[in-house]
């Protein structure tokens, strides 16, 4: 295979990883409880900010390109918390450290993390390193409230990239 074949097929398959992951991502935020599916994301921890090797960040810009490219282009909205379930998933799947932040905006308290009510004053992130991968508008009018973590039974892997 050529390299541009490759890398053309590496973006296909992960903006259909993605395009599932967001989907499902959409559905449990809006259909069950937040108790019922955090555990899906980690473990509440610090912000690690692990260096990255070229290769990596390769991995982290095609995950932040196919979440953000099939996120504009699903027939409904998806809003910040399930693109940064989505891309933690994918990440998480590739055995890439990341943390996925939870704020509120420092003007007041908000709606949900849903964003029904278009009143919300939560917003959701997702951070690599240095690199906010996904939700990076406006990150510096919130308060983080929450910082999640490697996956609980894949703690060990996804923190390779942390040490």
């Known amino acids: 295979m050529t390299s541009a074949f490759a890398q053309t097929i590496r973006m296909t398959?992960?903006?259909l990883e993605?395009?599932?992951l967001l989907v499902t991502a959409v559905l449990l935020t809006k259909l069950v409880a937040y108790?019922?599916?955090?555990?899906m994301l980690g473990v509440v921890t610090a912000s690690p900010?692990?260096?990255?090797?070229?290769?990596d960040m390769a991995i982290v810009r095609t995950v932040e390109r196919a979440v953000d490219g099939v996120a504009r282009r699903l027939p409904f909205q998806v809003l910040c918390m399930p693109r940064a379930m989505a891309a933690k998933w994918m990440l998480d799947r590739r055995n890439l450290a990341?943390?996925?932040?939870?704020?509120?905006?420092?003007?007041?308290?908000g709606a949900s993390l849903t964003g029904e009510g278009r009143a919300t004053e939560l917003h959701a992130w997702l951070r690599v390193g240095e690199r906010i991968v996904t939700g990076r508008d406006a990150v510096?009018?919130?308060?983080?409230?929450a910082c999640i973590g490697g996956r609980v039974e894949a703690r060990g892997k996804a923190e390779r990239s942390a040490s």
């Open 35 to 39: 108790r019922r599916w955090k555990g």
């Open 98 to 109: 990341s943390t996925l932040f939870i704020g509120i905006r420092r003007k007041g308290i």
């Open 49 to 55: 900010k692990p260096n990255l090797d070229p290769v």
């Open 18 to 20: 993605a395009a599932v």
């Open 13 to 15: 398959l992960a903006g």
């Open 140 to 145: 510096q009018d919130y308060h983080v409230i």
